[in-house]
């Protein structure tokens, strides 16, 4: 359901503009399948909504960016991942370490600040890690993480093994120069890495006609001979498949690609922020785009999922979030004698092990 | 190129160039990356001959990118390989200053100690060769400020070889600082290359002991403080020099204990004074001696100007022998002690 190019002819291809390609026919999954990933979506949308709220009960502290209308983007894209692929991705990743396979209660408890977290409290909601779910990080800097994935695949190349990086971004990252160097390093070594924009047309209130002279950004695949497509991000089957392709390719052929995906963003940039830049027509035309109500429509009408049974999914998974920040709540903050414990993986010896009024010398 | 034997003098570059190599042929995920380090065989010719030995998966020539290139190496140590990364001076390096101090530096504490990042990026800098003000930078306070890093500054071929051994087994990011005024310099090994011992991080050393002044250097300037040691002792001062040799971790207790016996100090840096290394190795001896010093703490240290490209100018601004010779003398006349010499 994407429309992709190769890279040469890339101009001269016609763009759908919004992309908008919507699945007809008959769906590429099961039932069973439809229902797993419509229940990961919703567990998404529970969890933002709890972390919001948490947020302003003054559990979760500094930045906290939430997937809130880029479910179906989320959901699609890990379904097109093995377990033992990796991924990097920026600072708006908490569904995508849930649908990574982290537990609910280990990435609250990361937001939480607390000693259970995935990345022990050191990180937060912007640097969500797990070594054993191939979670490489969640970056805070737009773009540094992009470099890092492209690193990351040649060590897979250099030690031949299959697995794949995934490399997120969002549309704002596409201006920084650490993006073209990637793609340009990845597309030279021909290295087993997709990366994928989420565009969802707003780097925080700079829209993206604003900020990039090239606003299909999918196209900027041409700039590396590399394969590039872009599909409709509210579409978890379209997004799959598309992903799919783009993994498999890279895989076997060890060839990066670009996938953009058109995920709209549901609030603010971060839970703080109002969106006094968006007009009352765009906010009201959001809720059109709401990725969630749009399959539990789909599935309802297909006979696969009805009212009550969403309900029940629903209660599901809100006991899940609920469960979570419980465990979150009564988890213990990080002992300040561990303070000093993750500064070098090698240890040396003259190393300041001070607190700000402690002298340099204690003789 | 085959090895030098460990009794005949090796200048810094053979040494550098057969400890990558030996490393190399020691552990399979070493490898190397950098622009024209293949082809070229290297600006400095650190490399010659490691592309013919190795091939391009191991001696990897790369774009014009420092910081994707950088940014590369770090995930590429994340997955368990160990990049050495030549960047072609330190001038370049703050291209990739995102990858190193907000990636580098922070990916093993900020996931929690879930990956490290056993990188290590040379680089040399230095002036004196009339390249101008963006050619010419000792920016090595940059790094030298942040934990997480390690910053390494050997001034000979036996400690460069010992602490490039080190840098590679270790398994955080290090700056591996050379200096284009010693890669032609030349010194004894203490054994053939794949012998000598990995230096232990975060050791400064007394390379010559003394008992009337302390001097305090890294990288150049140490090799400066080495000479001006030898000429002060024909005068029949006893200087002591210290060789940093690490800048982070920084090893105080060897500056301070020096400084408790000689009672005075120079530092020798070849950046510049304000905020820079001698600043902070000035403040660690006031509080580790201030009761032993007998004078102020001096500071030899670059003129404070973007570094001119006209040989009177850029001479005139660079830390030198003489002027470390002026700096100690004043320093031993502040102290009230008999003067020993008579030298204006």
Redesign the interface.
Known sequence: MAETTQAAPARARRTRGNGAARPKAAPSADAGTLIGYYRQMLLIRRFEERAARAYTEAKIGGYCHLNLGEEATVVGLMAALRPAD?L?TNYREHGYALAKGIGADRVMAELYGRST???????GSM?L???EARL??G?G?VG?Q???????????S??GGDEVVMCHMGDGTTAI??FH??L??AG??DLPVVFVVINNGLGMGTTVENSAAEPELYRRGAAYRMESARVDGTDVLAVRDAARTAVERARAESRPYLLETLSPRLKGHSVVDPARYRSKEEKEGLKAADPLARMALELEEAGILSHDERDRLDAEVTAEVDAAAAFADASPAPEVSTLF??????P?????RRLPAD???RS | MPDQPSAANVTYRQALRDTLRAEMLRDENV?LMGEEIGLFEGSYKITEGLLKEFGP?RV?D??I?E???????????????R?VVEIMTINFSLLAL??IV??AAK????????????MVIRTPGGGGQQLGATHSQNVELFYSFV??L?VLAPSTPAEASAMLKAAIR???PVLFLENLALYNTKGPLPAPVEEIEPA????AAVTRPGTDITIIGYSRMARVAAEVAETLAAEGVSAEVVDLR?LR?????TI?ESVRRTGCAVVAEDDWLTYGIGAEIAA?IQ??AFDWLDAPVRRVAMAEVPLPYAKSLETAALPSADSLLTAVRATLRATGRPVLETTP
């Open positions: 990796y990097f977290g995935v990345s022990k409290g050191w990180g640097h890690f797990d070594a490489l990080g970056y800097i540094g992009v470099p890092l994935a492209a690193g990351a695949a040649l060590a897979v250099y030690k120069g650490a160097e990637s340009n390093i030279l070594w414990d993750y500064t070098y993986a090698t040396v010896p003259g190393e300041l002298p340099v010398f | 490898f998966r990897r790369t774009p990118a910081e994707g290139f950088v940014g590369a190496a770090i995930g590429a140590a994340m997955l368990g390989l990049p995102d990858q907000n990636h990916i093993y504490g900020m996931f929690g100690g879930q990956a490290s990042v056993p934990p997480g390690k270790d398994d955080d232990e991080i975060g050791r690490s971790p920084l090893d105080r207790e301070v660690t509080e580790g």
